[in-house]
């Protein structure tokens, strides 16, 4: 099965042009799309998407900045089931900026999930590397709330952190990773070694 995570405050449908793809070279292979709310907090949405997989016999994750962070979990999960993913612009170091913006806005649930000296982000680095598992880090962009190299969104830092990943690097900014057709002949190659 093929897994879909959107990234936060987007939907499923930010992978219409990568799934136009994928589906024409493997349409046998079932999907799953699988949405969720940053307002509803990590862990109920994490337990949400573990229910909707439970019965699917191999995992590929395909996922963008947030939702990389729930495929981490979610292969960790099902490791026996996983067979490899990619992830697009996922800061797995955390945001430096939400530990900061969190004093501010202190009922945001997505300011306390997405930190970098606590919470789901700040867990996900004790997760083990999955197999077959990628990063691609966008390079191109610029936020006027990011002093740091950043793709808009993202730092650059965060998206490197995890060594054991391979990582990608891109330069395209933080949304035009899921319109890219380098992107989604990445994506092709890896399914295909993965699928085998």
Known sequence: MIVYIHGASATAESFTHIRQFVKQHYKREPEALLEYSSKDGFENNLSKMKEQLKDAQRLFFISHSLGGIYSLYLANHYKDKTVGGISLSTPYGGSKEADFARYF???????????????????????????????????????????????GVVTVESMRFREDFELIEMRLNHYEVVLSNAVVELILERIGKSLK
């Open 105 to 151: 806005l202190p009922f945001n649930q997505l300011m306390r999930d997405i930190g970098s000296i606590r919470g789901p982000l700040y867990d996900s680095r004790y997760l083990d590397a999955p197999p077959n598992w990628a990063n691609v880090v966008t390079t191109t962009g610029t936020s006027p709330w990011i002093q740091r190299d950043n793709d």
